[in-house]
């Protein structure tokens, strides 16, 4: 079975602080790599893409992947109370032809203290 | 830009009947669109995979003739629940993804169905 895994935490960190957010997949398949940020009661809105091996930064934000470990991270830099939700991290299913399913792990409780 | 846009954004029904939940990608054209449900504190399940003119793909365990899908063209998607029961009351999302794009996927704000 294809699967994303990710702690469910909490994570929690300090106002400030470094978050360091972990999913790893199943599917070798796998090209393409996101991370979600949920807010409670809302939708998921997409805050990073990474495709090939490395570090993507983005503002605040860094992806890394890793395609032989399988192993995609998300760091979050100078922690905000607003960056407290659940971040979801998903790949898409190898051998999915073009219609791009995403796998998504069952995301990471992150908590921002002030 | 690559807004999604859901409605209703919450509906009440009795059991038993129906509701139509549209989707539409107000600043792009959609490849391919993606219905989720989503149970409190639980992650995301896909129910269904449309393109534009052509039949849904529903994932297993999905009953296609409750949860009726059609794709009428590269902005719209509709989400029908057939004879809805109690047991129907969730948060159904809707994702598009973008021609041209990547397989980046864009959510619309859900739509919270309750049946009483």
Redesign the interface.
């Known amino acids: 079975q294809k699967e994303v895994e990710q702690n469910s935490g909490p994570l929690s960190v300090p106002e400030g602080a470094i978050a360091s957010l972990n999913c790893t997949y199943s599917d070798r398949g796998s ?2 790599f ?1 991370w ?1 940020r949920q807010y409670s009661g ?5 805050i990073m ?1 990474i ?1 090939s091996n490395g570090d993507k930064e983005d503002g605040r934000f860094t992806a890394q992947l890793n395609k032989a470990s399988q192993y995609v991270s998300l760091l979050i830099r100078d922690s905000q109370p607003s960056d407290s939700a659940t971040y ?1 991290c998903a790949a ?1 299913e190898g051998g999915s032809g ?5 796998i ?4 990471t409780t992150l908590q921002v203290k002030p | 830009g690559a807004v999604v846009s859901q409605h209703p954004s919450w509906v009440i029904c009795k059991s038993g009947t129906s509701v139509k939940i549209e989707c539409r990608s107000l600043d792009f054209q959609a490849t391919t669109m993606f219905w989720y449900r989503q149970f409190p504190k639980q992650s995301l399940m896909l129910m269904a995979t449309s393109n534009e003119g052509s039949k849904a793909t529903y994932e297993q365990g999905v009953e296609k003739d409750k949860f009726l899908i059609n794709h009428a063209s590269l902005t719209l998607s509709t989400l029908t629940v057939t004879s809805a029961h109690p047991e129907d009351s969730s948060f159904y999302i809707c994702s598009a993804r973008s021609i041209g794009g990547g397989y980046e996927q864009y959510f619309g704000p859900g739509t919270r169905l309750t049946v009483t």
């Open positions: 090209q393409s996101f979600y809302k939708s998921p809105e997409l893409s495709y979801l898409t073009n219609t791009g399913k995403l998504f792990g069952q995301g």
